[in-house]
C-alpha cells in the first residue's frame, strides 16, 4: 500500500508565481517529513523538513506546512524561478521494527517553471 | 559534505548476469539504503542497513540480496538479473530523522 501519496505528477507554473506540491499520508507514527528535488541523471538532494509536532517550517523561499489531522503537508515555493524546475518527491520518516530509521518517498511531482 | 559515491554511473548487463552495485559514503553514517526510481512509481526502498553486518528488507527486496561487511561501503546484489531490474538504482546514507539522507548520483542498470 502507498503510505506516501502525491496525487498531481506535474505542475506548470509561471515564473516569480507560487509553487504549491502537495503530499498526503496514512501512518499516523511517520515522525519527519520531508521534501527533496532532484534533476535528471542527479541523486535527489534534500530541501527542507519538518517535524510531526509542527505545522510550518521556513527555509528562504520554501516552506512546509504540515496539516495532521488531514495527514497532508504540502511545499510552497515562493517566488518560483526555472532553476526550480525539477521532481519533487515528498518523504515520510519512521523507525523500523529491525531499529533502523527508514524514508517512504512518493511518487514524485514534475515541477515546471516557465518564463 | 557527506559524499555518497556509487561505483557507476551507467551499467549493461545480460540477463542472469549476477550483477554488483557498490556505495561508499565517507562520513561514519549508520544508516545506508537501497532504492530504485521507476517513472511513476516514485524511489521505492530495496534494502537497508543500520549497522555493519545488519541489513533489513525494504518494500521490494525480492531478487536483491545486500552485503555490509564495513561501515562505509553497502553493496546491493542482483543474484540472476532480469530485465525487469532495469532501473535507476540510488544509494543514500544518514537518516537522522529530520535531516534526511545524502544520496549517491544513481547507477542506470539496464539489462538486455
Known amino acids: 500500500d502507498q503510505q506516501v501519496k502525491q496525487n498531481s505528477p506535474s505542475l506548470s507554473v509561471q515564473e516569480g508565481r507560487i509553487s504549491i506540491l502537495n503530499c498526503d499520508y496514512t501512518?499516523?507514527?511517520?515522525?519527519?517529513f520531508l521534501w527533496y528535488k532532484k534533476y535528471p541523471a542527479e541523486g535527489p538532494t534534500f530541501l527542507i523538513s519538518?517535524?510531526?509536532?509542527?505545522d510550518k517550517n521556513e527555509d528562504g523561499r520554501f516552506t512546509v506546512f504540515l496539516n495532521k489531522s488531514a495527514k497532508h503537508l504540502s511545499l510552497h515555493i515562493v517566488p518560483s524561478q526555472p532553476g526550480d524546475s525539477a521532481v519533487y518527491f515528498c518523504?515520510?520518516?519512521?523507525?523500523?521494527?529491525?531499529?533502523?530509521?527508514?524514508?517512504?518517498f512518493g511518487t514524485g511531482t514534475q515541477l515546471k517553471v516557465e518564463l | 559534505d557527506v559524499k555518497v559515491t556509487q561505483s557507476s554511473r551507467y551499467l549493461v548487463k545480460r540477463t542472469g548476469e549476477k550483477v554488483f552495485l557498490e556505495c561508499v559514503q565517507d562520513?561514519?553514517?549508520?544508516?545506508m539504503f537501497w532504492y530504485r526510481q521507476d517513472p511513476g512509481l516514485g524511489l521505492r526502498l530495496i534494502y537497508f542497513?543500520?549497522?555493519?553486518?545488519?541489513?533489513e528488507k525494504g518494500d521490494i527486496p525480492e531478487g536483491y540480496s545486500v552485503s555490509r561487511e564495513k561501515k562505509e561501503r553497502f553493496s546491493l546484489i542482483l543474484e540472476s538479473a532480469s530485465t525487469n531490474q532495469t532501473s535507476m538504482y540510488l544509494c543514500?546514507?544518514?537518516?537522522?530523522?529530520?535531516?534526511?539522507?545524502?544520496f549517491g548520483s544513481g547507477t542506470r542498470l539496464t539489462v538486455v
Open positions: 543514500a546514507s544518514g537518516g537522522t530523522g529530520g535531516y534526511g539522507y545524502t
Open positions: 501512518n499516523s507514527m511517520f515522525d519527519y
Open positions: 519538518i517535524s510531526s509536532i509542527k
Open positions: 518523504a515520510a520518516s519512521a523507525f523500523s521494527t529491525g531499529g533502523g530509521n527508514k524514508l517512504t
Open positions: 562520513m561514519d553514517h549508520e544508516n
Open positions: 542497513s543500520y549497522d555493519v553486518k545488519m541489513k
